[in-house]
């Protein structure tokens, strides 16, 4: 169950930043709270998952950030934006190669904390965030002086705010988001499914790499779908009969009450074809030898190697076990 939530969670992520990106609202709004629910769920943050949650947690408080009336802190101060901009440091010490990228966002989301303050003519507060925000370094002095000013003339339409707008602030997030997507692809399943094949002794390459018969517009979504829908396979089969009886269906339900998978059915139409023959036929005598066999050679319960070294048409580990059950129970 650890293990399917941390796949939940990186999916949602994954989805989150795609729908952020897109700017598809429902659908944003829908993934947040998947997301908050998951990492609400967690008794304490995953290191390899840390930059996930910073992601999920800056997003959704970027997508807000305009409404001064929510509060994400326990601090009634700390505004949607500000608050962003404390994940948008945690995520800042994850990272050392986007410096430059980094900078531009810390300075816009400051920028933007103040700004927005006073849309909604909170001059005082935008002052009193002001203090909050910047150290007495003299890196942050000019900005500082510059914002300090704009706040006494208490206009929200000067030239600085209106060249750092909101707009370019979503603008740069959604660089980011790219970047992060590229070098974090949604791989998770494949690599879980992958560790545990090699684990077993079994070969698994023929199947990930099995070309997509697509055309080249299509070509590239219909490949990172079937990748997925390869890996649940994968592992359904190699994991045995307690994940495929628990684990699973959660993580089925979950993807598929969310729509995630609506638009897959094409792609998954050979595999579901495959394994609804798998449960409607027959098994032959010579397969049975095959599994009495690789028992004998192997012992009751491995399942892959007998299933890797036997002579099987179609079969899945599962099956193995069940119909060695079924076996025993005639001799």
Known sequence: EAVAA????EFACSCLCRHFAEQSGAEFWRWRDVAQ????????????????????????RIAQGKS????????????????????WTLLEREEIKLEKLHEEIRRLIQ???VAVHMENRYFKEAAEVLERLFTDSESDKPLR???????KTKDPYVPLLQSFSYSLLISKIKSYIELFMKENE????????????????LGATALQNRPVEVNENGKSNLETKQRFVLSIILIRDVLGQKLATSTFPIFFKFLFFNGC?????NVEKNEVSLACSRRRQRWTQNEDLELKLGVREFGVGNW?????????????????????????KIK
């Open 6 to 9: 941390e796949w939940m969670l």
């Open 37 to 60: 629910a998951l990492i609400n769920g967690l008794s304490q943050i995953p290191p390899h998952q840390k930059k996930t949650v910073y992601i999920c947690q800056l997003l959704i």
């Open 68 to 87: 001064l009336g929510l509060q994400f802190e326990n601090d009634q101060r700390i505004s949607p934006l500000e608050s962003a901009l404390s994940f």
């Open 111 to 113: 920028i933007q904390i």
């Open 145 to 151: 002086v510059k914002l300090a000013t704009i706040i």
């Open 186 to 201: 949604a791989n998770f399943l494949i690599q879980e499914a992958t560790k545990h094949v090699v684990s077993k002794g």
């Open 261 to 265: 998978l609506n638009d897959m059915q």
């Open 304 to 328: 892959a190697k007998i299933l890797a070294r036997g002579n099987f048409n179609n079969r899945t580990s599962v099956m193995l076990k069940d119909r060695w059950r079924t076996l025993s």
